[in-house]
Every structure is written in structure tokens, then in C-alpha cells.
């Protein structure tokens, strides 16, 4: 079946701008993860959508960033002001479902975004 | 404080040769531990997990890790490496009481011809 989408693949965009990223998980899987990738560094946990709830976003690096999931299957990750700063991969995981088992979480290929 | 640390940035081995990638992983209680690769232009693929059991896990490639509970490290390995295997590296653990994965910050393979 098909894995995990993120639209765009490539942003750019200027300094001050707002920008939006997609991310189309798995069918059925619940549970949707986005991380950030900086050049050279692993990628680090923004946010964890339970269903439509955000059950974790203690990773999200200030208040210019937001992510919904309003009908519990896309997602979408909002930037406002960009900063140079945010240029990064932002990559895209689902998994079936989560609790008190782990369940594999599936990648997206990413969306670079390139902040000029 | 809770980390993953890979402390080789950039390996760089012949073809053939066996392959040693290094893991440490600081945390309270034994986490779940996973390898991830990332090829140029690719996702992110799980290699391999370790959840509990058996502490030398086979994964996919031929790749296998151990995990030493003593030495807070899960190491990846291989015996005989393959061009294609140039990517970089990732060792990542999920804590018990969480979902999200903790990532190292990667170790570069590059393949000596």
C-alpha cells in the first residue's frame, strides 16, 4: 500500500513568511509524529497527534509553530514568520496506533524547507 | 539528561570489510533501541529494533546490533560491507513511558572502493 506523503518536497521561501507543510500518513494508522532534520544533525521530535488530539508537542520550538489534524488523518504543520533558523527537513511519521505498546513508525521522504 | 550519542561522525571502510557503528544511549530504564538508515534523497529505514529478549537482534541488509546493558550501548554491525551500504546512520531509542524517537546525531558510512 502507499506509505507516507508530504507535499511539498522542496519550499522555499523568504524571511518573515508563513508556509504550510502536509503530511499524508498511512490509512488507518492513528498515531502521525513530525520531526525536524537540520543539515548534519538527526532528526528531532516537534510534535505527536493521538486521533485528532495533540498528545504530545513538547518539542515544538516556540509559538511561531503549530500543527492540526482536524479529521485525524492529515496533518499539517504551520510556520509563521520563518527565520533562517527553520530551514530544515521536516519529516512525516505514522503508526498504527500507540499506548503502552510502541508501534514502528513509518517515514515520509521529508519536505526541505530552505528559509531565505 | 537523556541523550543517544554517536560518537563517530564519519566511518570510512573498504569494501568487504566488517563494519563496527558505535551507540550510547543514557537513560533510567533500558529504552526501546532501534538503527535507522537514510540514503541521499531517501526516508528514513528501520535496520533493526531491540525491545526486549535476546540482546543480539538480526535486521534487514545483513546488519546486526547487540545490546550490552552495562555498557548502556547497542552497537551496529556487519561482517562484510557493500558499496550500497554508503548512507548515513542513525542509532534512535523511544523511552519506555513515551512514544516519541530520540534520535543520535548520526554517523556518515562511506565506502572505500
Known amino acids: 500500500g502507499a506509505g507516507v506523503s508530504q507535499t511539498p518536497s522542496n519550499k522555499v521561501t523568504e524571511k518573515g513568511k508563513y508556509v504550510e507543510l502536509r503530511c499524508d500518513p498511512i490509512?488507518?494508522?492513528?498515531?502521525l509524529y513530525w520531526y525536524r532534520q537540520s543539515l548534519g544533525q538527526g532528526p528531532e521530535f516537534l510534535i505527536y497527534?493521538?486521533?485528532?488530539?495533540?498528545?504530545?508537542d513538547s518539542g515544538l520550538p516556540n509559538d511561531r509553530f503549530f500543527a492540526v489534524r482536524p479529521e485525524g488523518s492529515v496533518s499539517t504543520l504551520k510556520i509563521q514568520r520563518t527565520e533562517r533558523g527553520d530551514s530544515a527537513v521536516y519529516l512525516c511519521?505514522?503508526?498504527?496506533?500507540?499506548?503502552?505498546?510502541?508501534?514502528?513508525?513509518?517515514f515520509g521522504p521529508g519536505t526541505r524547507l530552505t528559509v531565505l | 539528561a537523556q541523550s543517544v550519542t554517536q560518537p563517530d561522525i564519519h566511518i570510512t571502510v573498504s569494501e568487504g570489510a566488517s563494519l563496527e557503528l558505535r551507540c550510547n544511549y543514557s537513560?533510567?530504564?533500558?529504552?526501546?533501541l532501534f538503527w535507522y538508515v537514510q540514503s541521499p534523497g531517501q526516508g528514513l529505514q528501520l535496520l533493526l529494533k531491540?525491545?526486549?529478549?535476546?540482546?543480539l537482534v538480526q535486521g534487514i541488509k545483513g546488519f546486526e546490533a547487540e545490546f550490552k546493558r552495562s555498557q548502556s550501548s547497542f552497537n551496529l554491525r556487519k561482517p562484510s560491507v557493500h558499496w550500497s551500504d554508503a548512507a548515513e546512520y542513525f542509532c534512535?531509542?523511544?523511552?519506555?513511558?513515551?512514544?516519541?524517537?530520540?534520535f543520535g546525531s548520526g554517523t556518515r558510512l562511506s565506502i572505500r572502493p
Open positions: 511519521a505514522s503508526s498504527p496506533q500507540s499506548g503502552t505498546d510502541y508501534n514502528e513508525q513509518f
Open positions: 490509512s488507518g494508522h492513528t498515531a
Open positions: 497527534f493521538q486521533g485528532t488530539g495533540a498528545a504530545d
Open positions: 537513560y533510567g530504564a533500558t529504552p526501546y
Open positions: 531491540y525491545f526486549s529478549g535476546d540482546t
Open positions: 534512535a531509542v523511544v523511552p519506555t513511558s513515551a512514544s516519541k524517537i530520540i
